[in-house]
C-alpha cells in the first residue's frame, strides 16, 4: 500500500483485492515503517490474482534545496548519530543482502565526489552520471542480476540503476536507501514519457546530513523523485521492499503477468 508521508505524499483511499481469498489475513508494518499484508492459503489453487487501488496526493519536492555538508562533515555528523531507529543512518552505510560494496562503483563515485563538494551535489553528479553512462535495456537483467554484472554491462532496468547508485553512494561515505514505487503513466503534455512507466519503479534514497535529511533522486530517469513519482515501500535495497515475497508449494510450470495504470485525477492535484 502506498506511503503516507508528512509533506511529501497523503494516501487518500487505497484497498487490496485478492482472489481466491486467503485464509489468513494479517496487516502490519515492517521495521522501515511500510505497511505490509501478510497471507496464507491454505487450500490447493490454481491461480491467485493480487491488485491495488489507491488515491495518492502527491506534493512537489526539492524546489528550494540549499547546499549540504561536504563527506568530512557528513561522517563526524553519521559517528555523532547514536540512534537505531528505522531512519538512523548507520542502516544503509554498509553492504545489503543485493547491494555489495565493490572497487568499481567505489571508483566511479570517487572520480565524481569532488573533495570540495557538498553531499547533495555528489548525490546529483552519481545519479546524472549513471543516467548518461548507462542505458535503459528491459531485455538486459533479471529480478537476481547482480549490480556488478549491469554495471559492467552498462544496461539494465530501474532495479539495477538504483542498487549501482546505492553501492556508489555507500561506497564513498553516504548513507543510500533503496525506494519502490510507481510513476505516472501519462505525462503531462510536452513533457517525455519516463522510463519504467508500466511496471513497479524504483529510485534512491539518500541522506545528505542532519539539516538537509533524506532526499530521493532517480537515475533511470536523471531527474529527483517529484510528482510523478509514488512512494510504495522504502528499505535498504530490493529485498526488504518486493511488491510480492513468500513461499508456495507447488508442481508443474508457472508463469505470472503484471500490469500497471497510474493516471492524475483531472482538475486535482491528485494521482
Known amino acids: 500500500m502506498p506511503l503516507n508521508v508528512p509533506g511529501e505524499q497523503r494516501l ?21 515503517g511500510n505497511r ?9 489453487h490454481q491461480k491467485i490474482d493480487f491488485s491495488l487501488k489507491a488515491r495518492v496526493q502527491r506534493t512537489a519536492l526539492y524546489q528550494t534545496l540549499k547546499p549540504a555538508i561536504n563527506l568530512v562533515k557528513l561522517a563526524e ?6 540512534s537505531l531507529d528505522a531512519w538512523a543512518p548507520h542502516h544503509f552505510l554498509v553492504a545489503s543482502a543485493r547491494v555489495p560494496l565493490d572497487l568499481p562503483t567505489t571508483t566511479y563515485a570517487k572520480m565524481l565526489a ?14 546524472r552520471q549513471l543516467y548518461h553512462d548507462m542505458k535503459y535495456d528491459p531485455k ?11 554495471f559492467n554491462a552498462r544496461r539494465g532496468v530501474c532495479q539495477d540503476f538504483s542498487h549501482i547508485m546505492i553501492a556508489c553512494l555507500r561506497g564513498v561515505g553516504i548513507p543510500a536507501a533503496y525506494v519502490s514505487g510507481f510513476l505516472c503513466t501519462t505525462p503531462p503534455p510536452g513533457k517525455p514519457r519516463l522510463e519504467g512507466a508500466d511496471a513497479m519503479h524504483a529510485w534512491v534514497r539518500a541522506w545528505c ?26 528499505g535498504r535495497d530490493y529485498s526488504d521492499v518486493a511488491p510480492i ?26 494521482l
Open 77 to 82: 555528523e553519521i559517528d555523532a548519530n547514536h
Open 36 to 44: 505490509c499484508v501478510e497471507l496464507s492459503f491454505l487450500q490447493a
Open 209 to 234: 546530513g542532519a539539516d538537509i535529511g533524506w532526499i530521493e533522486y532517480d537515475p533511470t530517469n536523471g531527474i529527483f523523485a517529484d510528482l510523478d513519482h509514488i512512494v510504495v515501500a522504502r
Open 140 to 150: 538486459s537483467t533479471t529480478v537476481d542480476t547482480p549490480p556488478i554484472v549491469a
Open 114 to 127: 569532488e573533495p570540495s563538494a557538498d553531499v547533495l551535489a555528489i548525490v546529483i553528479a552519481i545519479g
Open 245 to 270: 515475497k513468500g513461499v508456495m508449494r507447488s508442481y508443474g510450470k508457472h508463469s505470472t503477468r503484471q500490469s500497471l495504470d497510474v493516471v492524475p485525477i483531472v482538475g486535482d492535484a491528485e
Open 12 to 32: 487518500n483511499a487505497g484497498s487490496h483485492f485478492i482472489s481466491p481469498k486467503a485464509d489468513v489475513w494479517m496487516e502490519r508494518e515492517d521495521f522501515f
